[in-house]
């Protein structure tokens, strides 16, 4: 029987093909992309004021709310901080990924591989919370400060309207840190990959052209493994941007994104506000993919 079946099986490739990825498609589909069409059909709904519940009629007044000063504050927040972890995580990654790919001997660079995935072995909750008590008012980084006497350095970050508040545990600042630790090895090891793929002989050729090293990097080196660096730039900034536990256990009163869409949907049961920023996430980086494509960052992938 075995026999006849593998045979069955052999003379009919489609069929085989479609046994392999009929599964994952129709997963894709039915779980994926239908949780997305049914948040998508839920903003288009309305939450009536007097009774609470929820308006099964199409209409737009949920993306108007979207339009108020403090949404536009919490969508606007939400991707200041996101562009501004991806761009800290960038400049931290990039020289630390240089080095494993093209200094490190193999023995060094197995350590350093997992010394940089090694905090992804541990609970992400166990993390957040470990930052919070490291920039609390009575951990370590509040300690060095009143050790060496620059306590009035931390006073006056704190204290810069926007990014201070009364603690770095309860403040953007402090968010900031925390999202650049968290989200820095899905920017380390993409762009480690893209180095490791850029040919030697290149490099060698533009040394034998008379180009010198630092030519060499801004001509050869940084645009071929481009692609990495925003492959990187996809995870840390998509990440930040839907992210509400860092700011909930770090932040202050202001809401971020993730902190709304819960708030709307887990308290005020407004599911179909909810849903409308939920999708604003979506919008966000269908237009980040638009500009990374239109920079030509996917031409080697």
Not at 103 to 109: E, H
Not at 243 to 249: E, G, K, L, M
Request: proline share 5%; aromatic share 14%.
């Amino acid at each position: 029987m075995l026999n006849r079946a593998s045979t069955y099986l052999y003379q009919r490739p489609k069929l085989v093909l479609a046994l392999l990825l009929g599964p994952p498609l129709i997963y894709m589909l039915v779980v994926y992309l239908g949780s997305l069409f049914a948040l998508l059909a839920n903003s288009f709904f309305y939450l009536e004021e007097f009774t609470g519940l929820v308006v099964h009629q199409f209409t737009l007044r949920t993306y108007v709310q979207l339009f108020s000063e403090t949404n536009l504050g919490i969508f606007g927040r939400t991707a200041g901080m996101a562009l501004a972890v991806t761009i800290a995580d960038m400049i931290i990654a990039f020289p630390l990924a240089y080095y494993i790919a093209r200094f490190a001997s193999p023995r060094l660079k197995t350590y350093l591989y997992i010394a940089v995935t090694l905090p992804l072995w541990s609970s992400y909750l166990v993390r957040v919370y470990a930052w919070k008590l490291i920039l609390a008012k009575e951990g370590i980084v509040s300690w060095f400060f009143d050790l060496f006497g620059m306590r009035f350095l931390l006073d006056g970050l704190l204290s810069i309207p926007g990014i201070g508040g009364s603690s770095l545990s309860l403040s953007p600042i402090g968010m900031f840190i925390a999202f650049c630790y968290i989200w820095l090895p899905y920017m380390i090891v993409p762009i480690q990959t893209a180095l490791e793929r850029v040919p030697k002989s290149l490099l060698e050729a533009s040394s034998d052209l008379g180009a010198n090293a630092a030519q060499t990097f801004r001509n050869v080196t940084l645009p071929l493994s481009f692609p990495g660096v925003v492959a990187g730039s996809i995870f840390t900034f998509s990440l930040t941007l839907g992210d509400f536990i860092i700011p909930q256990v770090l932040g202050n009163s202001r809401f971020f994104i993730g902190q709304a869409v819960y708030s709307y949907q887990g308290m005020a049961g407004n599911i179909p506000l909810a849903a409308a920023f939920t999708m604003g996430p979506v919008i966000i980086m269908i237009v980040y993919l638009l500009i990374a494509r239109k920079l030509g960052a996917f031409d080697a992938l």
